[in-house]
């Protein structure tokens, strides 16, 4: 069981937006750490996709976008494309692990 | 350019050891805090171990704790994870990753290798 927890997929029609939480507790998102972003495409490593919980790295569309509030924190994704069929995963750090830690992934499904 | 590239995964019965290597390109790893994240097949991501910039902590998760060692060799700007006792639950692609503190803690995996697999059986 993932100390970051997101929902295990999430679904959506071409052009549409859909959203994938991150949800944490006081020892990680609610502390105050950042929270990062990355994107797996089948059969390769992640990369990143949004760092320091709401910004794109150079080359990522700005349909992507992240947010944080409390002990949670959200990606966006607008305009679906079908090459936006992937595993996104949510991460941080906990203090009270001492290390990083993972949201335990959302596989998007472009319909 | 910058590129990691691993290397030193394969199969290994329980109970057996293993150096994963990572070689760095177009950074120093001494300036960075650098990572192993592992990933079971089928499975989620999951950090392994870090060893910081500068002085080099070194911190690891309870699942390889005792068991993994991670460190770096400056010159050849390589990073290492030496894994012993190794379990069937440790069967996984090994993946070294850089972090980049650009912002509030904790550093950003902004770039990554191609990862390793790793299998233990016997």
């Known amino acids: 069981q993932s100390v970051l927890t997101q929902p295990p997929s999430v679904s959506g029609a071409p052009g549409q937006r859909v959203t994938i939480s991150c949800t944490g507790s006081s020892s990680n998102i609610g502390a105050g750490y950042d929270v990062h972003w990355y994107q797996q495409l089948p059969g390769t490593a992640p990369k990143l996709l949004i760092y320091?919980?709401?910004n794109r790295p150079s080359g990522v569309p700005d349909r992507f976008s992240g947010s944080k509030s409390g002990t949670s924190a959200s990606l966006a994704i607008t305009g679906l494309q079908a090459e936006d069929e992937a595993d996104y995963y949510c991460?941080?750090?906990?203090?009270?692990?001492?290390?990083?830690?993972f949201g335990g992934g959302t596989k998007l499904t472009v319909l | 350019e910058v590129q990691l590239v691993e290397s030193g995964g394969g199969l290994v019965q329980p109970g057996g050891s293993l150096r994963l290597s990572c070689a760095a390109s177009?950074?120093?790893?001494?300036?960075?805090?650098m990572s192993w994240v592992r990933q079971a097949p089928g499975k989620g991501l999951e950090w392994v171990s870090v060893i910081y910039s500068g002085g080099g902590n070194t911190y690891y998760a309870d699942s390889v704790k005792g068991r993994f060692t991670i460190s770096r060799h400056n010159s050849k700007n390589t990073l290492y994870l030496q894994m012993n006792s190794l379990r069937a639950e440790d069967t996984a692609v090994y993946y070294c990753?850089?972090?980049?503190?650009?912002?509030?803690?904790?550093?950003?995996?902004?770039?990554w290798g191609q990862g390793t697999l790793v299998t233990v059986s016997s």
């Open positions: 320091g919980n709401n």
């Open positions: 991460q941080s750090y906990d203090s009270s692990l001492s290390g990083w830690v």
């Open positions: 177009g950074f120093t790893v001494t300036n960075n805090y």
């Open positions: 990753a850089r972090g980049d503190l650009t912002g509030e803690w904790p550093p950003t995996f902004d770039y």
